[in-house]
């Protein structure tokens, strides 16, 4: 058989010809002298049809029914190399059918123990490594890829450079989040929390930079927002305002939007994505309110129908509800701006006039899928900063590298981070961040 494969998603490129495809059989059925083969190659789902007399004429009395008595009881996740026509079937929910000619067994697939009927998420999520083959997870990692695609072109449009920060720490860069320590011969040492404080040091060398990598929180948060090991994009960037920053983010995340749009439109289908929400997302201008305008406008609409939120005081942190509640509200991606220095990192730089609130945003996602982005004006100053440091109860030695940005011309810098899987789940409408990274690593869940 000659293997000059097709993929399913190029398949209608090749309408009236025959073609030959490396895929895997997902699903099957039959009803007398047809078999139908639900096939999967990571690309798209597609079905072949073999028919048993086509068999015959092709391959004469024997062979033939062999080959057809082979497709007949082919098992779930059996690999396969499909040689059939390509043609048009309005019936056939992909368009197009394989009118099959020819099938080699390339793999033998034994009790797959994922089969068609539902599962409980604990037992998916033991056997990840086989549940990645199916068609929602598919194409959750095809908009996950989308994305990434997206950012890369953005930052590269925007005259960003790539500059990657370490994975590996003498310090923290939130003081504000739990550290995963390791042991570097003899000294401690911890994963990053994200690659801010290094790309700060890229920004004074090279102006506009980002960092795009995974990322490590020791929380115990038991969420489905929450995993221990996630991947972040981090932009930092010398001369801009707090305001422009924000625009900068804005901007940033609609071409995210656009991006999977354009490069997934099948993937957001399979997941059935409400898109003109989304084109709704790039259309409107994002919605900016102050913490303080935040709790005033929670306060005031505290018990109404789907407000059911917990009372918050000036000053107090926003739980998930509220965070809901809040973007729900707007109906589109809402920046808080200015929170209160005491939740927020040592780096921000405080509001001008009032040291109590800090120059930062964080960019919550509408239909309740929570932050997705922080991000802040950062301080510039080398003796304020150091009085933070002190405050915070952190060590100035370990943040010598990062107070020298301040002593040798300073100036003015904004970034901010975006957590991957939370834009996976936004953009595609996952409930649960665990299905938007190949491998999710959770409080309790280190394997597979
Ligand atoms: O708001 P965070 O903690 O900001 C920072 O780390 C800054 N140093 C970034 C910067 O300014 N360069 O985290 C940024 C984003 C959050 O908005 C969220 O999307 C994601 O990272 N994130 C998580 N994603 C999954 N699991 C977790 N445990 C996360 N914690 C934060």
Redesign the pocket.
């Given at each position: 058989m000659s293997k000059e494969l097709v993929s399913i998603i190029d398949v209608p490129k090749h309408l009236g010809q025959e073609v030959t495809i490396g895929a895997w059989v997902a699903n099957k059925s039959g009803k007398g002298k047809l078999a139908f083969l639900q096939l999967r190659d990571g690309t798209a789902y597609f079905q072949a049809v073999a028919f048993k007399p086509n068999l015959i004429e092709k391959y004469g009395e024997e062979l033939g029914l062999e080959k057809f008595d082979t497709i007949k009881h082919l098992s779930q996740e059996t690999s396969v190399y499909v040689t059939g026509i390509v043609k048009e079937d309005e019936r056939s929910k992909f368009g197009y059918e394989l009118d099959v000619t020819d099938l080699e067994v390339i793999g033998e697939s034994v009790d797959y123990p994922i089969t068609p009927k539902e599962h409980g998420t604990d037992f998916l999520m033991d056997h990840r490594h086989l549940w990645l083959r199916s068609r929602r997870q598919m194409a959750i990692m095809q908009i996950r890829n989308a994305i990434i695609y997206a950012s890369a072109d953005f930052f590269d449009k925007n005259g960003f450079i790539k500059f990657d920060s370490p994975i590996l720490s003498g310090n923290a860069?939130?003081n504000t989040?739990e550290l995963f320590e390791t042991d570097y011969f003899g000294n401690p040492a911890f994963l990053s929390?994200?690659g801010?404080l290094y790309l700060e040091a890229g920004a004074m060398a090279l102006g506009r930079v980002y960092d795009f990598g995974p990322v490590f929180?020791a929380?115990k948060?038991k969420t489905r927002?929450?995993?221990t090991e996630?991947w972040?994009m981090?932009a930092e960037y010398p001369f801009l305002s707090h305001d422009q920053s924000l625009d900068l983010q804005e901007a940033y995340v609609k071409a995210l939007i656009q991006g999977v749009l354009e490069r997934a439109p099948q993937a957001l289908e399979i997941l059935e994505r409400d898109v003109t929400l989304l084109e709704k997302y790039i259309k409107e201008p994002f919605k900016r309110i102050s913490y303080d305008d935040a709790i005033t406008l929670l306060q005031e609409h505290e018990g109404e129908e789907g407000a059911d939120y917990e009372h918050l005081e000036h000053g107090d942190d926003f739980g998930s509800p509220h965070e809901t509640w809040i973007s729900n509200y707007f109906g589109v991606p809402t920046f808080i701006v200015n929170y209160p220095a005491s939740f927020k990192a040592f780096y921000m730089k405080p509001v001008p006039g009032n040291p109590e609130r800090v120059l930062c945003a964080?960019l919550l996602a509408p239909e309740g899928y929570g932050?997705?982005?922080?991000?802040?004006e950062r301080e510039t100053d080398y003796d304020k900063l150091l009085e933070k440091i002190k405050e915070n109860g952190l060590n100035p030695d370990d943040y010598a590298f990062y107070l020298d940005l301040r002593k040798y011309g300073s100036v003015p810098h904004c970034?901010?981070?975006?957590?991957l899987?939370?834009m996976v789940t936004f953009v595609s409408g996952t409930k649960h961040?665990r299905e938007a990274i190949p491998f999710p690593r959770m409080l309790h869940r280190i394997k597979p």
């Open positions: 860069a939130e989040t929390q994200s801010q929180r929380e948060s927002r929450h995993l996630f972040m981090d964080d932050e997705i982005i922080g991000g802040s970034g901010f981070g975006l957590g899987e939370r961040i």
